[in-house]
């Protein structure tokens, strides 16, 4: 071969390289995202805190902030007992201790589980009108705090809220029709005082069965509080025959958490509790009772694995993105996502795609029409063409994807974080897609 025909030859491998690399450039890439297996916080899961009574010892911004940073724990219980109001109007300083408790925890960036009540001794709770007239009282300060409530258990019933030993209620095993209309009251009061984005739990299933019949109703789930104590959990299960199929169905789209109560080998040991646990689709468990039963689980090494999936743990699989688009064009994006966890997140949560420039750092975000509570234990498929803004300048955009609270979208710490490895930005709240997109 000549020189001439050599330089003929390498001159047409170029040019297919040069087309083949053209081609690849203006053809939508794939990335694939390795899992990660590390323990970290996230809002409105895992475990929580409880340590005092919230009307009394106020919380310390610093302490809750440990909780989050050091523990990876984002959710602490606020039971608020109003035993010096039974008969009258809550006072003033009352109302501004719960206040500040809210301020406290959103400062640290936690949320609570709420929960009021009148008695942790005895039965004196407090007669059904004026339980209404003390949630009329509070309706603005549940209506101002939604953004720190993560759940409110319907309490204000019976000792410790949890509708036992009740003086004015009907108690356990005597409960009148009269009765159970005073209680479904008191529900429904809760739920019209709180704001429709949040939900209350009920501490059986039988409360919410008797009250509300067997469908599906949204808004109302679930608490125990004593978990694993015995065969029906210390009476939270009237019939678990019955009730086990109706809870694992329920709570997959209602609120599930609660504590344990007494030791009970086998049952409150490992492979009990990661079943029901699981197959009720918990979002949150205490950490601070029973602290035998806790230690039990560490020693029976479930402990990381409930660490873990309590409530939502969602993680990127793969995405597929184009390598251009086109001002006022479409751009479509399609994301493979998996929840390892063993519940869908409970309240509402915005999606975006969010295109930051490469040469500014200027962010534009792109609303996405996804539900992440529809997002179930399992695979899910975030695909849509969205429309690049015609006023975006050209140039190359990395590609990141936020899923922010509504209700605090300038939090960082209030955004879900993604299980992967090298995607997760802290100061933004942004989970990067290690994809570019060149806007012209």
Known sequence: ????????????????????????????????????????????????????????GSFDENVLRGYRTTENISLVMCIFYLRDYRTGPIS???LTQLQNQLDTVQRAGLKVVLRFAYTDTDDADAAPAQVVAHLDQLAPYLRRNADVISVAQAGLIGTWGEWWDTRNFGDEGVISAQNWADRKR????????????????????????????????????????????????????????????????????????????????PRSQCPTAVAELSGFHWSYLNV???????????????????????????????????A??????????????????????????????????????????????????TWQPGPATLAQTVTVPSSLPTGSYRLLLELPDPLLPDRAEYS?????????????????????????
């Open 288 to 322: 601070n009772y029973n602290p035998d039963v806790i230690a039990g689980f560490a020693a029976g090494g479930c402990l990381p694995d409930i660490k873990r999936k309590l409530g939502y743990r969602l993680a990127l699989t793969n995405g597929t993105f184009p």
């Open 1 to 56: 071969m000549s020189v001439r025909q050599l330089r003929r030859w390498f001159s047409g491998i170029a040019a297919v390289v040069l087309s083949a690399s053209l081609l690849a450039a203006a053809s939508p890439g794939r990335v694939t995202y390795p899992a990660s297996s590390a323990d970290f916080a996230n809002p409105e899961r895992g475990l929580y805190h409880h340590t005092s009574s919230c009307d009394a």
């Open 186 to 265: 008191v529900t429904d009061k809760l739920l019209s005082v709180l704001p429709t984005s949040r939900a209350v739990q009920l501490r059986t299933p039988k409360f919410k069965r008797t009250m509300y019949g067997t469908g599906a109703v949204p808004r109302i789930g679930h608490h125990n509080d004593c978990f694993l104590a015995s065969p029906d959990d210390f009476g939270t299960y009237e019939n678990p025959a019955v009730e086990y199929p109706y809870l694992r169905q329920d709570t997959r789209t209602n609120p599930m958490g609660g504590e344990t109560c007494v030791v009970n080998p």
């Open 324 to 373: 251009t688009a086109n001002r006022g064009g479409p751009l479509a994006v399609s994301v493979g996502l998996r929840n390892d966890g063993w519940a869908a997140p409970y309240n509402p949560r915005h999606v975006r795609l969010v295109l930051r420039s490469v040469a500014t750092g200027a962010v534009t975000r792109i609303p996405l029409g996804a539900d992440p509570r």
């Open 416 to 440: 879900i974080r993604l299980a992967n490895e090298n995607t997760w930005e802290p100061a933004t709240g942004f989970n990067n897609l290690n994809a570019t997109v060149t806007v012209r």
């Open 92 to 94: 003033a300083t009352a």
